[in-house]
């Protein structure tokens, strides 16, 4: 059995809710890593929701396992599977906290100067 500290790589790896692409998510695309998500959500015969809420859990499940790890401009590409994956399902935007930011970033600051 897995380690309490490595149960969602244990998920990862024995979990087959979804049959998905090998390196889907490591995809630069935002728009291929949804497609492929769905794909994959809308061909399981295990799944135990709707396609949608499974090709997202999946999704959301990968952004929060790789928590402070994921670069950001990787945590941002993932965000924006999420917004392609909602419409490809036809679901309504959901603005997120990786979208447009209040303050500068440094490198926006940086450029101002």
């Given at each position: 059995m897995a380690s309490t500290k490595h149960w969602s790589?244990?998920?990862s790896e024995t979990s087959d809710a979804l049959d998905l692409t090998p390196g889907v998510f490591a995809q630069s695309d935002p728009?291929?890593?949804a497609r492929s998500l769905k794909r994959s959500a809308e061909h399981s015969d295990l799944?135990?929701?709707d396609p949608y809420r499974s090709a997202m859990s999946m999704l959301t499940f990968y952004i929060n396992r790789g928590g402070h790890t994921?670069?950001?401009v990787r945590k941002r590409k993932l965000e924006r599977?999420?917004?392609e994956l909602r419409a490809l399902f036809g679901k309504a935007a959901r603005h997120h906290a990786g979208g447009a930011r209040r303050t500068?970033?440094?490198a926006a600051a940086k450029?101002?100067?």
């Open positions: 790589q244990h998920v728009k291929k890593i799944r135990k929701s994921l670069s950001e599977a999420k917004d500068p970033t440094k450029r101002s100067r």
